[in-house]
């Protein structure tokens, strides 16, 4: 009963991406303290969800967020699309079993696809691992700078600081492997480069600004990084690593099992590989592939070598 319950939030997260948690608790027969606990639960989960209190507060789900790849079998998600338009025609028109039908059949076309084509970009890999969560939220805020839409974002800082931001989102930055956008912040009233990768959430306001002037000079030139050939890694992360990891790897690509951190992901296999692994020096420890552990392993003895009296 628990998890279909948090199913079904996560459902109706999807399809309104904003409620309350007296909504929540009304509609399913349950208490406002089992909602935010079920919440909790789901943002350990990885989910990304935001509980705001007081005026213009509520639930909020992260408008870049789908469901991750596999959640349900393509013969599951016909079934539930079926029982959707079944549904359809019994409940009142609010929008939201059609807004759900639409997510949940783009759901399953873009589970057949590996690419993903964001206006004049194309994402293969975003931060190195879940390409398909990385592409949304690379799509959503490109659509913001175009449309000049503020957003909120819920933020991680390389100290570990999570804040919450509303930001006027001016243009997208591409620097050595990682994505930015250059917005004005509202809450240090000056512009700042954040990372895409640092986003936990984004969320659109439907406000419009106008552009502020700035200076192009003082943003990074851009390229396309070109890869060959990527590798899919596994590494048990240290603490102390943590912030490192986080920047490199994208923080929606960590997990926590045991107290511990670890992060599956698909990493462009070239010479710099090696080089970027161990310089989080014994923070980052490569668990598989074992042909990666064994070149890791090899460096590492090469660089001790050179210490040697």
Request: charged share 30%; hydrophobic share 40%; aromatic share 10%.
């Amino acid at each position: 009963m628990k998890y279909q319950i948090m199913i079904d939030i996560l459902f109706t997260l999807l399809s309104k991406r904003r409620s309350s948690a007296g909504e929540l608790a009304a509609k399913f027969g349950v208490s406002q303290r089992t909602v935010y606990r079920y919440l909790d639960e789901m943002t350990i989960a990885g989910i990304p969800i935001d509980v705001r209190r007081g005026a213009g507060g509520g639930v909020f789900i992260s408008d870049a967020f789908k469901l991750p790849k596999g959640f349900m079998t393509q013969k599951e998600y016909g079934k539930t699309i079926e029982a959707l338009l079944a549904l359809k025609g019994q409940m009142p028109d609010d929008g939201a079993i059609d807004s759900a039908l639409e997510k949940l059949s783009a759901q399953v076309k873009s589970e057949k696809q590996d690419l993903t084509i964001s206006g004049n970009i194309l994402v293969d890999s975003g931060s190195w691992g879940d390409t398909r969560q990385f592409s949304d939220k690379l799509a959503l805020v490109e659509r913001a700078v175009e449309e000049r839409e503020a957003l909120r974002i819920d933020y991680v800082s390389r100290e570990g600081e999570r804040s919450q931001r509303k930001i006027l989102p001016h243009l997208l930055v591409y620097k050595q492997n990682i994505w930015y956008v250059y917005a004005y912040c509202t809450k240090r009233s000056d512009f700042r480069l954040f990372k895409l990768g640092r986003m936990l959430a984004v969320i659109k306001t439907g406000e419009t600004f106008t552009p502020l002037p700035f200076s192009r000079e003082q943003v990074p030139l851009t390229f396309w990084h070109s890869e060959e050939h990527n590798v899919e890694a596994e590494f048990l992360i240290a603490p102390v690593a943590l912030p490192f990891a986080e920047e490199w790897l994208g923080i929606e690509n960590i997990r926590e099992r045991g107290g511990q951190y670890f992060a599956e992901v698909s990493l462009p296999d070239d010479a710099s590989l090696v080089g970027k692994i161990l310089s989080a020096g014994a923070g980052l420890a490569v668990l598989a592939p074992e042909e990666l552990r064994s070149r890791v392993t090899l460096e590492a003895r090469r660089i001790a070598e050179r210490y040697r009296d």
